[in-house]
Each structure stands twice: as C-alpha cells, then as structure tokens.
C-alpha cells in the first residue's frame, strides 16, 4: 500500500467520521453534510481512480456511462453552492481547542486538508497523489500555491479575522515530489490596518520546498 493509499482511505475515514454537529445530535440516518462528506471523499477515490486506471479502453467507456448515470440522479436535486461549516464563535473555540478546521470537506475539487493552530502556527500534513501532478512525479505549482493560500488564510482567519487574499507571493525552492508526505505550515506576522501578513511554507524530507508570504484584507460580503 502507498503513502497516496493510505492517505486517501484516512481521508474516507475522517470524512466519514467528522460533521457538523447538526449531524450528530441524534441517532438514526446520517444528516445532509455527513452524507454529502462521505460522496466527497468518494468522488475524489473516483478522481484518482479514474485518472490512473489501466483498464481496457471498452471498459473504460462501459464505466464512463455508469458515472453518467450517477451524474444524472445527484443533478435531479442540485444546490446552487457545495455545503459549508460556517466559521463562528463556536467553530473558533473548537479550533483553539485543538480540532482542525476542515478544507474542501464538500468540494471534490478542492485539495482536502485537516488544519490545526496551536500558539499561533497552522500545520496541515497531506501526500499529495498523482491527481496534483505537474512534471512528471512531482506536485504541480498551481497546487503547492493553492495549499499555501488556503493555509495562509485559515491562520489570518483564527488570529485575526477571516479575510481575502490581496496578494500571495510563492517562492518554489525545490520540487515537492509525488506520493511523499508534506507538512504544511503557516503564521500571522503582523497587522497594520486592514492589511495583514502571514507566511508559510511546505517541508518535505525535512526541507522546505515552497515558500510563500501572504497578504490579506478583512472580507466583506458582495452587497
């Protein structure tokens, strides 16, 4: 079994395990975001599977109109946007507690990441899988900046305040290789105003592999 295995089924597990607290407050049936977790965390089993399968090309079509056809029943009920855990009073004294705040845990798309703080430092771990690629056998930079925005602005969420990226400046110091565990970390830097600075970066092998300082504004709904 590899990292990319391992990781993907502690993945399903955390996904099947971790919900809202709407979800768990009473027995029987799973509530609507312990259900919609458990399809995320198995679409994106599909993603990778799909991605990296060897099958014979005639199967692979038979497959194809079966995931259409699952396509078609999810899309007879659709919500305008994926299902969210809104990031409140309570949401913020659990994270200060030490449970992680949850990324993409409803989004297939995005990369899923299990984020703590504690004492002001976000840290995340993930393997990224062949589904992150860029060249061959090593994570894309599209991806490694993307887990620095998200990481990035969770530390400026919980230390400050939640917040748009103004700018994210990535410095890749070497390649980030594929199917190997990363740490993710990150921390506020300072505040001046409405502008704030975080930094973080992504080791690997005990180096630092990408770099990234962050510059954030307080968010405002669109009117």
Do not use: Y
């Not at 027995?27 to 799909?50: C, E, H, S, Y």
């Not at 504690?118 to 771990?125: H, I, M, P, S, T």
Request: with cysteine; proline share 8%; net charge negative.
């Amino acid at each position: 079994m590899t990292d990319a295995d391992t990781m993907e089924d502690a993945d399903m597990m955390d996904d099947a395990d971790t919900m809202d607290d709407a979800d768990t407050t009473t027995a029987g049936p799973p509530g609507p975001l312990a259900a919609a977790g458990v399809l995320t965390a198995a679409t994106r089993r599909l993603m990778r599977a799909a991605a990296t399968t060897g099958l014979p090309p005639e199967r692979v079509l038979e497959l194809a109109d079966d995931i259409q056809g699952l396509a078609d029943t999810l899309e007879t009920l659709p919500r305008d946007r994926p299902h969210r855990i809104p990031f409140d009073a309570e949401r913020e004294a659990e994270i200060r507690a030490g449970e992680p705040w949850r990324m993409f845990h409803f989004n297939p798309l995005g990369i899923p990441l299990a984020i703590t703080v504690r004492d002001g430092v976000a840290r995340a771990e993930l393997t990224p899988d062949a589904l992150f690629e860029g060249p061959p056998d090593w994570l894309h930079g599209g991806f490694a900046a993307a887990i620095m925005d998200v990481l990035l602005g969770t530390v400026v969420m919980v230390e400050a305040e939640p917040a748009f990226t103004a700018r994210l400046d990535v410095h890749f110091r070497r390649g980030t290789v594929l199917d190997r565990p990363v740490v993710c970390e990150g921390r506020l830097v300072s505040t001046d105003g409405r502008k704030i600075n975080a930094h973080g970066w992504i080791t690997q092998d005990g180096h630092r592999t990408v770099e990234a300082q962050g510059l954030f504004v307080p968010m405002r709904r669109p009117a």
